[in-house]
């Protein structure tokens, strides 16, 4: 929430282009249990990564994963990923 307490509109970013992703990554059951319902509560709207080249999620199109409230999003680059946030 904000200062006034309206709802702030939440878009994550989470780059791992220059560093591997931590062992938790892939470890979607605790993300589910653990984070998820944290990023829901708080209202979060999208969820983008950004991820390095190859990587075979890169491409599809953003869906809601799991009990997630919003869609994620896996971009090859930056500005991609921007974009799809602010659309």
Known sequence: MGES????NLVPLAEWVRIPPPPSFNDMEW??????????????KKFAFVMPAGMPLIGNDPEAEGPAAYPTGYFGTREDALGWLAS
């Open 5 to 8: 307490g309206e709802a702030v």
């Open 31 to 44: 993300r589910d249990a653990n984070i998820v319902p944290r990023y829901n509560a708080v209202g979060v």
